[in-house]
């Protein structure tokens, strides 16, 4: 069955780093998504991303976060200058007709 | 904006029993989409069940069965013949608009169940 994958499963950077999380999506899905947890609370939406653009963001989503589709198959987030608060689980996730989203296994991303 | 409540922030089950987490929106739409999503300790989101809002008959999977109550705005998983590996944070999630839109998910802040013998 197709699933989500998302690497690196764990990703430890310092405070003002850049960090790129790196999703495969499902082959023929069409919309694909960003979410965070932070430890102990409910997964937040990020950022939504049809046709090549950004189709909606989070208050969360500020000028430090992009996203990209560089192929035809990955699905980037950046985040240029990683803060202590940016520590979280962040999950990939995709759907075919914007319908039941499918999730990746998340990268924890820890900021020392 | 749309929220989504859950006011179980823990439950317990014996095995085999059944129990029911309990979930309440609240949304202005008339078109939406209700899910539960399932998150072991491996952190992994995992889709137990949906519930379109356009349709009265409530969803069920396997052992998995929602109780849909649109005028109510609530929406409750119940489990039955719970197992050990039930044992899971459950999120309830709303989706407004109609497919072919890339609407975003409003998750719940969580039930974490505990599944004993």
């Known amino acids: 069955e197709p699933e989500v994958t998302q690497t690196p499963s764990h990703q430890v950077t310092q405070m003002g780093q850049e960090v790129i999380l790196r999703c495969v999506p499902i082959?023929?899905?069409?919309?694909f998504y960003w979410y965070r947890q932070i430890l102990g609370q409910k997964v937040e939406f990020l950022v939504s991303?049809?046709?090549?653009?950004?189709?909606?963001k989070s208050e969360i989503f500020d000028d430090q976060f992009s996203v990209e589709r560089p192929d035809g198959s990955n699905f980037t987030l950046k985040i240029r200058s990683t803060k202590l608060e940016d520590s979280a689980m962040y999950f990939c996730a995709s759907t075919r007709q914007g319908y039941e989203q499918y999730f990746g296994p998340g990268t924890r991303l820890t900021v020392t | 904006a749309q929220t989504v409540t859950q006011s179980q922030p823990e439950m317990s089950v014996q095995e085999a029993e059944t129990v029911t987490l309990s979930c309440t929106y609240d949304t202005s739409e008339s078109d939406y989409y209700l899910f539960w999503y399932k998150q072991p300790p491996s952190r992994q989101m995992i889709l137990v069940i949906r519930?379109?809002?356009?349709?009265?008959q409530n969803a069920t999977e396997n052992r998995f069965s929602v109780n849909f109550q649109k005028a109510a705005k609530s929406f409750s998983l119940k489990i039955s013949d719970s197992q050990l590996g039930d044992a899971a944070m459950y999120f309830c999630a709303y989706r407004r608009g109609n497919t072919g839109t890339a609407s975003k998910l409003t998750f719940g802040t969580g039930t974490r169940l505990q599944v004993t013998l």
């Open positions: 082959s023929n899905h069409l919309y």
């Open positions: 519930q379109e809002a356009y349709k009265q």
């Open positions: 991303f049809y046709n090549n653009e950004i189709s909606e």
